[in-house]
């Protein structure tokens, strides 16, 4: 059974808390309202009382009881009295009136007090002679008592009423801050939730996701820490990647230099000779030059020969001899030459080469293969036909060349991989020549890059040599 998550546990906490403090303010609040209200109605049944004993003072006194049941008949109108009685010393009734109320009674009783407060009266002379009274009255004595008998349902009903809204602005109480509670939680799990998610997927591979800084302060650190860490993956990822790309391709340079030796002894030479027979045979027995067999012949081994010098060539570079040079006087012949290859065909080379020198430190004829195996490749992607598209200019210290093709362009998942050594899509490519110009412009301080044509089918290779060398990447 899959636990509870952290939202569900603090929904269910926040909830039980206010709750449980509302419902237990509530219940205190009710508790204190009843006392308070019971209190104030016994005051209130007291007073009444109080207020009766001393007007019932002089019908006591003389026993009127017409003047008596008046007083309490007046007193019987209020609501929750049940009973009104009043007695004298003797507890003989004189007055008793009640009527039928709801609720069970309670009682408060008051004695009836007389006093002496003027000797000059007849009736609080030391001693009164009447038809109800013969005794000797002292200054003050009780000479009876009020009883009051009252319901306190009316009490308790509205008790039951308050204690009702109590009860119903508790509910939407606990309702409104729980759905407050609610968003709050949301929020902060929500985040949290993110953090896991993204690490979840980050474990499965996938390190270029990243977390987006959360609103609270403690979860925005912990996201941008979370991204700092990712990025010094990544970070390291791709220089392990690059230390094992440069490592292999060390190892590679390594074995074709080894390859190399061992080609030029044991393949060149033959091929020569090979080469000089056929030459010695097609003169001793009269071949004529068109025949098909002797150009499939020549045709291969001019193949083979043209292999194997690319293959020399890269693993054996000349050492480069710098000197001063226009670049685009230089762009400038390497395109003349091959408009001179390609005059008899229908492929047009469009240039656009600025007259004003850019002088460079370079090394001329290294460049000059170096481009001229890019504009070679473009010829081949257009099939030796259509346009090529030659730009050149400067920007700041860095002179730019950049060759457009109209070919089918580069597969995307190949664009990172075309400057390899060995690398080709042709069926007869040796996957040295791109190579090598890497291997040119590198030497130079300067980067060679290929992409798409973002405005229509081709491939664009731009090369970008600096004025003065400095170590480069591609």
């Known amino acids: 059974m899959k636990k509870p998550g952290i939202h569900f546990r603090l929904l269910m906490a926040g909830f039980l808390l206010i709750s449980a403090a509302t419902f237990t303010l509530e219940a205190v609040g009710v508790h204190i309202t009843r006392q308070f209200m019971h209190k104030r109605f016994i005051d209130r049944i007291t007073f009444l009382a109080k207020y009766l004993a001393l007007n019932a003072e002089i019908g006591v006194l003389i026993g009127n009881k017409d003047n008596l049941e008046s007083l309490a008949s007046s007193l019987l109108d209020e609501e929750d009295v049940a009973r009104v009685a009043i007695l004298d010393h003797l507890d003989n009734y004189l007055v008793d009136l009640s009527r039928s109320v709801t609720g069970p009674l309670s009682f408060v009783e008051t004695p009836v007090l007389f006093k002496k407060v003027n000797d000059e009266n007849l009736l609080y002379q030391s001693e009164i002679n009447t038809p109800f009274v013969k005794k000797k009255i002292p200054e003050t004595e009780c000479i009876g008592k009020v009883r009051i008998n009252f319901s306190t349902h009316g009490i308790d009903q509205l008790m039951i009423t308050i204690t009702r809204q109590f009860v119903l602005f508790s509910v939407g109480l606990v309702f409104l801050t729980g759905i407050v509670f609610y968003f709050l939680s949301h929020s902060i799990v929500r985040e949290v939730t993110q953090l896991a998610d993204t690490a979840r997927e980050v474990g499965q591979g996938n390190l270029e996701l990243r977390v987006h800084p959360g609103n ?101 570079p000349a050492k480069p001899t710098f000197r001063s040079d226009n670049l685009n006087a230089m762009l400038e012949n390497i395109v003349l030459r091959f408009d001179i290859q390609y005059i008899e065909s229908s492929l047009h080379i469009d240039c656009n080469i600025p007259q004003i020198p850019f002088e460079a430190n370079v090394d001329s004829d290294l460049l000059t293969r170096g481009l001229s195996n890019i504009i070679k490749n473009a010829a081949e992607a257009n099939g030796n036909r259509g346009t090529i598209y030659i730009n050149a200019y400067h920007q700041k210290e860095n002179w730019i060349v950049e060759v457009i093709d109209e070919g089918e362009g580069i597969d995307s998942e190949n664009l990172e ?56 990447n591609k």
């Open 417 to 472: 991989k075309i400057f390899e050594p060995f690398f080709t899509t042709r069926s007869k490519g040796t996957g040295l020549g791109l190579a090598f110009v890497f291997q040119v412009v590198a030497a130079h301080g300067g980067t060679v890059s290929a992409e798409n044509n973002p405005n229509k089918r081709g491939a664009v290779f731009r090369v970008e040599i600096p004025r003065e060398r400095r170590n480069g």
């Open 216 to 316: 609270l302060p403690e979860t925005r650190d912990l996201a941008i820490a979370f991204n700092a860490m990712l990025d010094s993956l990544e970070k390291s990822r791709k220089d392990l990647n690059r230390v094992t790309q440069e490592m292999v391709q060390q190892k590679s340079l390594a074995e074709v230099g080894k390859f190399s030796m061992m080609v030029a002894h044991e393949v060149k030479n033959p091929l020569s000779i090979i080469k000089s027979s056929m030459d010695i045979l097609k003169k001793d027995w009269s071949i004529p030059s068109d025949d098909i067999m002797i150009i499939y012949i020549e045709d291969e081994i001019k193949r083979l020969n043209r292999l194997i010098e690319d293959f020399l060539l890269f693993a054996n």
